[in-house]
């Protein structure tokens, strides 16, 4: 059967890849994707054939991948995190049938919510929410409206697209709509370049994060009602009991 | 430096964790953890010792943990999963000052939401929610403000802890709430035994899910407004402008 994949690779090195995306792009004979993260899959197969598009030009990436894997190559499209969470496993699916059938095989990565999480320790123990701030593709006022939910029922709420050149104030947007029902004290972190060369990682409060001054290569993470600052990490706790209650459930 | 690693093993088996989690297993020279989580490593590395303590019983398993790494064994916690959502990292991090001090690796791994997602297509491809239906370290009238919230917001959810014997009616209210805001036809999927031997899948309806019968091998799915199904996979599309506009940005 003619196969596609979507892969998945993590955060950036070979080391948070899955034992299963490194397979994938072994067995695949054509790589797919955006050039960033074509150079992340040339670090496990350097000689592997690889096609790429700009950043904006995703329709026509996922395009030529699945009218290659119709022809009878075996492609691998690959995503940085998860092949899922805001990456190009659905725009496959939804243009697959515009060419022959081919089998589609989603591989899960580490997505920068977790990963990222666990440089700053542990601030997603409990619900949490994944929010981009990008506006490309989703109106403002849905994102907006997703953030005062998720801050008005307290959840931990991990920021993709925190920031970038064009969108330098929406941080700060965010923010103050989060102060609508968080505690400016509630314990926020930053985490750049996670799992790639220069990672650097910031703990703060949400009044500090409004005014924080980062780029697109940060992922923000804000805590709940619970989420403290231990030994410099950032932890949320599992439940509401306290931790004396573990053992006695 | 004395040294525990939190250890994230994703789904189940070994093609499910990353290359830094089997590395962190070779590493270790005591395992310890859950005996459902502790057979998962040892299909890795049969022979190293191991530790282990009933579910309950959390706090104990951590403190064995952290007085063994204490006393100058390398040792990993392992979690299934992500180390940090719903897992052991925070407890972790929570109970180090009762020892002496310890270096604290978190080791992230394949969540369910998104080891889940990529069985049933792309159903997290946009803003989502972690929210587990446990009601032993949270009070039922925090899920349920959660459960609210998320839905009359759109985001899609991955519902950790659907179900199990004592709980059969959870998912049923849980339903009920989403159905204030979520249309009952809103697409949803089920996975059970994400990863493991007996992998099964379903998709259907918000209605439908409300009756569905699962246990707590369980992990649950519910689309945005825009989830379809499509070539038999749950899809949830990237933006709100549709996917013509990808290429138009």
């Keep these: 059967m003619k196969k ?16 299963q995306a490194v397979e994938a792009l072994k067995e695949a004979e054509l790589i797919c994707g955006y050039s960033v993260y074509i150079d992340m899959a ?37 995503c940085s995190g998860d092949a899922g969470v805001y990456g190009m496993a659905g725009l496959i699916i939804e243009l697959a049938d515009e060419f022959p059938p081919v089998e589609i095989e989603v591989v899960s990565g580490v ?8 440089v700053l320790g542990a601030p ?15 109106p ?27 969108r330098h104030d929406y941080l700060q947007k965010a923010c103050d709509i989060m ?3 968080k505690s400016p004290d509630t314990v926020c972190g930053v985490v750049r370049n996670i799992g790639r ?23 923000a993470f804000v805590g709940n009602e619970q989420t403290t600052v231990k030994n410099g990490l950032m932890v949320t706790p599992r439940g509401y009991q306290g ?4 053992n006695e459930r």
């Design 4 to 19: 596609i994949m979507v892969v998945g690779l993590g955060p950036g090195d070979k080391e948070h890849m899955t034992v």
């Design 42 to 78: 040339k670090a496990v197969v350097p000689d592997t054939p690889t096609f790429m598009t700009p950043m904006t030009k995703e329709i026509d990436r996922c395009r030529a991948a699945l009218d290659a894997a119709s022809k009878g190559t075996t492609v691998a499209m690959v």
């Design 111 to 118: 997505t920068a919510a977790l990963s990222g999480a666990s």
């Design 124 to 138: 997603l123990v409990h619900d949490f929410c994944t929010i981009s701030l990008s506006d490309l593709l989703t």
């Design 140 to 166: 403002w006022e849905k994102i907006e409206k997703r953030l005062d939910a998720a801050a008005s029922a307290d959840f931990c709420i991990a920021i993709y697209n925190p920031m970038s050149k064009k």
């Design 179 to 181: 102060m609508r029902y």
């Design 197 to 219: 060369e220069g990672e650097q990682k910031w703990i703060g409060t949400l009044q500090q994060l409004r005014d924080y001054e980062g780029d697109m290569f940060c992922t």
């Design 243 to 246: 931790k004396s209650e573990w």
